[in-house]
């Protein structure tokens, strides 16, 4: 998410976000790049650490930020 605008700005896996009148449209997956995503969390770096259920034994995943 772009902090400032609070607009989705990539989806990890999934469709490119596209914004009609201001509006987020349906956002759907495009690549199996998770399974069953069930929880994330923030660290103050601004990395997001995203963890899944049922995924193949699968360690959580850790996304960092691109400027």
Same mark, same amino acid.
């Given at each position: 998410m772009d902090r400032k605008t $609070? $607009?989705?700005i990539s989806a990890p896996g999934g469709s490119k976000p596209t914004y009609v009148d201001g509006v987020l449209q349906p956002l759907y997956q495009t690549t199996k790049t998770f399974i069953h995503g069930h929880d994330l969390h923030v660290g103050s770096a601004g990395a997001i650490?995203?963890?899944e259920w049922n995924a193949d034994r699968?360690?959580?995943a850790k996304l960092t930020p691109v400027d």
């Open positions: $609070k $607009k989705v650490y995203f963890g699968r360690y959580p």
